[in-house]
């Protein structure tokens, strides 16, 4: 059984204190430390002495606010996991309490019971993790980072990006991801979603998680094997690893370029292939993965509009330096039909379509809504036939590289 969760309450407010005091009595691995603190010094004093797993913390104290003391406890309590309370949201409150450490925030002018309740139960979930991390590794053991990795694995990274939303990006990183695996079952294959918008490679796996690249980033200054696999899901009928997209858009600037390329460069150690599913609005997270990756593949459809696009993008890869070979152009939804070929499209952008994965609603919309990739599910049919091949020419485009 699940030990208890320690929960101490900030709140100023005595209607909304008990509100949340009734909540939380609902939820039967909480024990709610007694007592009715309404200011910074003694919430601090308190969270010294009774080391709580979860504070909910009102923003707006007296003397220090929320984010101040979040701040001041983090540093020195890891276990400890603050979840900001306000009447108000913005995004810019939500992102400097999460930069302060802060697991969460929590609007409780219309909260209701369920999204107390899940955000309770991500904090300590968070806890106990850390409290796991900590009995495994004591802070007295002096060893570099780096000789706590195992061989070095060095995985490929695999971008998948598109200047055209709906092209497909998802719908290929998916069955990309699959049919890598299906090439070897002994390689190690995860998709991870920076499409921090609209990012649904989850749910094209029939997988719904509240855990995200997010709860790496934001820790990213401990980031070890552990830590990424806390956040980690296995599909079970595929063996295929997913790492979700964040569920707050307000996030975005804490996975900064930097951040971003560390993670993965940490996770080539822990896999072969490295997919990357990503939004056509190209952040800083997308420019600096696309740096590192050993493979963007370019997703286009039949439309003059998309390959415009396409070529400007093009234009940027170049001006950013990233070498043309390592570009792949896949038109999706190919309709071999449609005036615009292959060759035309060569024509106008001058880079050559390295594949096609032919036009197929019915299969794509049925394994969207599925949850089951087509290339696991129907594995026979001509889009499927189509992604297997190209799995083993990017497996043989990557191995080549390392070649040279
Ligand atoms: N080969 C295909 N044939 C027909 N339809 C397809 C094909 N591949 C994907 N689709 C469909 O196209 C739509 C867009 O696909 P998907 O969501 O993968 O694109 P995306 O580029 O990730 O989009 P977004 O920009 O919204 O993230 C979906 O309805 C999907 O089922
Ligand atoms: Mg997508």
Redesign the pocket.
Known sequence: MKNKTTVLLVEVLPKVAQRLRNFLEQINYIELIPGNITNSEIAIETIRQTKPDVVLLELDLPGMNGIQVTEVIRRDNPVTQIVILSEVSSAETVRLAMRAGASDFLNYKNLNFEELESVVERAADLADQEKMRIAYRPPTREKPVEEEKDLPKLGKVITVY?PK????????VANLGYSLKNLNKERKVILIDL?LQ?G?IGILYNQITNRSIMDIAIRVQNLDDELVENVIFNDQPTKVDLMAAPYRLELDEILTGPVASQIIEHMRHMYDYILI?T??YITEATLSTMGISDLIIL?GIQQVATIRSVRSFLGLASELGFPRERILLVM???DSTSTITSKKVSDMININVFHT?????K???K??NLGIPYAFDSSRLE?SRSIFSLAEQVRNKVAEKEKV
């Open positions: 598109s939303g709906g092209a497909g990006v998802s719908t290929v499409d609209f649904d599913n939004n056509s997703v999706n939804r190919f994965i032919p036009l197929d609603p299969t794509a919309e394994a969207a889009i």
